[in-house]
């Protein structure tokens, strides 16, 4: 069955940058899209950007670019998401997603979420 | 940017109601929409894609529709399972989310 697992919770202090992992597995990894969505506490979703695992291009939304940074490692199956210069509002849950690219790129599959708290 | 309105942001219904929930597009995103139903700490789930297409597994009470830039979630008759935040989603360029609505216990 398709699963995408992702780290544990982070803590992390302001300015300093963190790297969550999204590990895919029941499907064929290069064959489907990657996104990442994220949510602060008691607030909505807030998509981030995409990776593309068979040739490792991602794009992200304007107010992440610069700051994140999506990678893929076909061996393992597993995308990241880093992102740097953290501030408190990234304060959020991440999710990773997958997509179809032949169905179209809702969100078919979710990983558990990861916890990232940034706290002087 | 494509911007999402949902509305509206809070909805108290009953067991048994129908329940519609609307999704307004800044600019046509023909049929590419999706639904989402999220529980508090758990991951949203896949309800609807392409505006009406139910996902498999999916209860035949939620049903989709609209095209262009307005959109509905439909519950036919709301079970106590249904207690729930909805969200839709814009996947014709990147992929906004609307605001969220939380269908809450009357």
């Known amino acids: 069955q398709v699963q995408l697992v992702q780290s544990g919770a982070e803590v992390k202090k302001p300015g300093a940058s963190v790297k969550v992992s999204c590990k895919a597995s029941?499907?064929?990894?290069?064959?489907?899209?990657l996104h990442w969505v994220r949510q602060a506490p008691g607030q909505g979703l807030e998509w981030m950007g995409i990776?593309?695992?068979?040739?490792?291009?991602?794009s992200y939304v304007q107010k992440f670019q610069g700051r994140v940074t999506m990678t893929r490692d076909t061996s393992t199956s597993t995308v990241y998401m880093e992102m740097s210069r953290l501030r408190s509002e990234d304060t959020a849950v991440y999710y990773c997603a997958r997509s179809n690219p032949r169905a179209g790129d809702y969100l078919d599959y979710w990983g558990q979420g990861t916890l990232v708290t940034v706290s002087s | 940017d494509i911007q999402m309105t949902q509305s509206p942001s809070t909805l108290s219904a009953s067991v048994g109601d129908r329940v519609t929930i609307t999704c307004r597009a800044s600019?046509?995103?023909?049929?590419?929409l999706a639904w989402y139903q999220q529980k508090p700490g758990k991951a949203p789930k896949l309800l609807i894609y392409k505006a009406s297409s139910l996902e498999s597994g999916v209860p035949s009470r939620f049903s989709g529709s609209g095209s262009g830039t307005e959109f509905t979630l439909t519950i036919g008759s709301l079970q106590p399972d249904d207690f729930a935040t909805y969200y839709c989603q814009q996947y014709n360029y990147y992929g906004t989310f609307g605001q969220g609505t939380k269908v809450e216990i009357k």
């Open positions: 029941g499907y064929s990894f290069t064959s489907k899209y």
């Open positions: 600019q046509s995103i023909s049929s590419w």
């Open positions: 990776i593309i695992p068979s040739d490792g291009s991602a």
